[in-house]
């Protein structure tokens, strides 16, 4: 038996468990304090997202490039079609690493233009 009567580590095991108690807190403060950082961040952000589209406007979507093989099945044409249709000016396009790209909205506003224009000629005859 110990000479102060108890276990011969029990002093030591109640000062480990002090420390490490103590470096617990300390963590937990640090974190605290980061996680308190990140959600002040976060609601700058928003603020700042909410003032973007604050007048009830709608966000852009992000447009979205086609291929040669997308096009011509959204507009039921062959590919062969989609390349007259570019050397004749009728669909903008874009070539980027030899691959020949549509962007989704132009093509929209290509069909939109032309229905018009059809529905013009058809309704003055």
């Known amino acids: 038996m110990h ?8 002093g030591i ?31 700058r952000l928003s603020a700042m ?3 973007i589209f604050g007048d009830g406007a709608v966000p852009p979507k992000e447009d979205v490039y086609l291929c040669d093989k997308e096009v011509a ?9 989609l390349g007259e249709y570019r ?13 020949v790209l549509y962007k989704r ?3 929209e506003q290509v069909l939109e233009r032309e229905y018009r224009c059809v529905g013009k000629t058809r309704g003055s005859g």
């Not at 000479?3 to 029990?10: D, K, Q, Y």
């Not at 099945?73 to 079609?81: A, D, E, N, P, Q």
């Open 3 to 10: 000479a102060t009567g108890g276990a011969p580590f029990e």
């Open 13 to 43: 095991e109640q000062r480990y468990q002090l420390k490490t108690m103590s470096k617990y807190n300390e963590l937990k403060t640090k974190d605290d304090a980061w996680m308190q950082s990140v959600h002040e961040r976060i609601d």
């Open 49 to 51: 997202i909410d003032g």
């Open 73 to 81: 099945c959204m507009l039921k044409v062959s590919r062969r079609t």
């Open 87 to 99: 050397s004749n000016g009728t669909l903008p396009y874009y070539v980027l690493g030899g691959k």
């Open 105 to 107: 909205s132009e093509i």
